[in-house]
Nanobody, 125 residues
Framework: VQLQASGGGLVQAGGSLRLSCAASGRTFSRYPMGWFRQAQGKEREIVAA????????YYADSAKGRFIISRDNAKNTVYLQMNSLKPEDTAVYYC???????????????????WGQGTLVTVSS
């Protein structure tokens, strides 16, 4: 299984970015997916997660009202639309795939078996 994250970059505060995570190597549509981030000197934290079908989603408090997670199972891709970005959103963002098919979304990093390489998001003030 390979996950390829993309879409990061440098953006001014208040701007938007859309991250993409393309999956290959297994039946992507069966598995819950999540986006995590890790800022320098901090632990990795959950940002958003989606169930295998996309019908159920979770957002960290820091992401609520600004970020949207979605998935296109036909394209084996999960997205994270990030709006109203703040300097504190600066981090490396990782997508991850759970190892439990047809499951609900997961919040803990140890529930995810596969990780993308990360994409850097930098928000300037």
């Amino acid at each position: 299984v390979q996950l390829q994250a993309s879409g990061g970059g440098l953006v001014q505060a208040g701007g938007s970015l859309r991250l993409s995570c393309a999956a290959s190597g297994r039946t992507f549509s069966r598995y819950p997916m999540g986006w995590f981030r890790q800022a320098q000197g901090k632990e990795r934290e959950i940002v958003a997660a989606t169930s295998w079908s996309g019908s159920s989603t979770y957002y960290a408090d820091s992401a609520k009202g600004r970020f949207i997670i979605s998935r296109d199972n036909a394209k084996n891709t999960v997205y994270l639309q990030m709006n109203s970005l703040k300097p504190e959103d600066t981090a490396v963002y990782y997508c991850a795939a759970s190892g439990s098919p047809y499951g609900p979304y997961e919040l803990a990093p140890d529930k995810y078996d596969y990780w993308g390489q990360g994409t850097l998001v930098t928000v300037s003030s």
